[in-house]
């Protein structure tokens, strides 16, 4: 395990996130021999879990005053962190024994690393494409066109990284839903941006980390199960109008240039065709896991 790293604060977004807290909390008892502390910005719950959590005495609540979204949650809750290290973790991720100390282990192996993400697998084992490659338009315009209705074609393949054995190394970007983050280059880089409400407020997290010199570091040695899915499956139309947003909010940036401007006009128009025939297959019962075709 790498260097001083407690106190370790383990920060989790909550938005009446039922039975998986528990499930969250249970697991976490087993992931570390490190002394750790779990803060939980919550968005608004009205199931009660967070608040049964925080008289427990499991974890502490803290409310961020409404929802904010994903990355402003994470930065109220990692906001004065005193440790090296920091933990930004979905609440319905269920911690395998000893991943977070895998964890800081692949840390102490990359020196320059600000950001790691474990291997991710769905409750049946799937493993899901959780290191990717930073978009680029040849790839980003393939996978949008071509991703949400064939999932196997070549750039949502080369984009996706799903095929092949999972190795440590550098990578473009980590899911968000579950990151362990040097708190030193977190903060320098100004945390999470928060004009994105959900969704790639990760890929733009890890590319300006990169940016700024640190690595991003993909460590399939360390596991966690990924239970979610629920906000998908309960509001489908407005998961997919949220990514959707964030993705074009993402390209625009990325392509900022004025003589870009066609390109960035013509990728918010093939954003939007995509999002419009998301919509019909979200309504029509079809595409049964939206996020397979998640940018």
């Known amino acids: 395990m790498t260097g001083p790293v407690g106190p370790l604060r383990i920060v989790t977004v909550t938005y009446s996130p039922g039975d998986t807290l528990g499930t969250f909390l249970d697991t976490l008892e087993t992931a570390t021999r490190l002394p750790y502390e779990v803060v939980m910005a919550d968005n608004g719950s009205t199931d009660g879990a967070p608040?049964?959590?925080?008289?427990?005495?499991?974890?502490?609540?803290?409310?961020?005053?409404?929802?904010?979204?994903?990355?402003s949650g994470a930065n109220v809750g990692a906001a004065g962190a005193a440790g090296s290290w920091l933990i930004v973790a979905n609440p319905d991720i269920e911690w395998t024994p000893g991943c977070i100390d895998d964890l800081l282990d692949a840390a102490g192996r990359w020196p320059r690393a600000a950001v790691l993400g474990p291997r991710i697998v769905t409750t049946d084992g799937r493993l899901y494409p959780s290191s990717r490659a930073l978009p680029s338009l040849g790839r980003g315009i393939g996978h949008a066109l071509c991703g949400w209705w064939w999932p196997s074609n070549p750039w949502t393949r080369s984009y996706r990284r799903e095929t092949g054995q999972p190795i440590e190394g550098t990578t473009g970007w980590l899911s968000g839903s579950c990151l362990l983050l040097r708190r030193e280059?977190?903060?320098?880089?100004?945390?999470?941006?928060?004009?994105?409400?959900?969704?790639?407020?990760?890929?733009?997290?890890c590319e300006r980390l990169g940016r700024?010199?640190?690595?991003?570091?993909?460590?399939?040695?360390?596991?966690?199960?990924?239970?979610?899915?629920?906000?998908?499956?309960?509001?489908?139309?407005?998961?997919?109008?949220?990514?959707?947003?964030?993705?074009?909010?993402?390209?625009?940036?990325?392509?900022?240039?004025?003589?870009q401007l066609p390109l960035r006009l013509a990728l918010t128009a093939g954003l939007g065709a995509r999002y419009l025939a998301s919509k019909v297959l979200a309504g029509i019962g079809r595409g049964a896991d939206p996020t397979r075709a998640a940018v």
């Open 51 to 71: 608040e049964a959590a925080d008289a427990a005495g499991r974890a502490r609540l803290l409310r961020t005053g409404g929802n904010v979204g994903y990355g």
């Open 185 to 205: 280059a977190f903060e320098a880089v100004g945390g999470f941006d928060e004009s994105y409400f959900m969704f790639f407020e990760d890929v733009d997290l």
């Open 212 to 259: 700024a010199g640190w690595d991003v570091v993909y460590a399939p040695g360390a596991l966690v199960r990924h239970i979610g899915g629920h906000s998908w499956r309960d509001q489908p139309s407005i998961m997919i109008k949220a990514h959707h947003a964030s993705a074009i909010r993402y390209l625009n940036r990325r392509y900022a240039a004025r003589w």
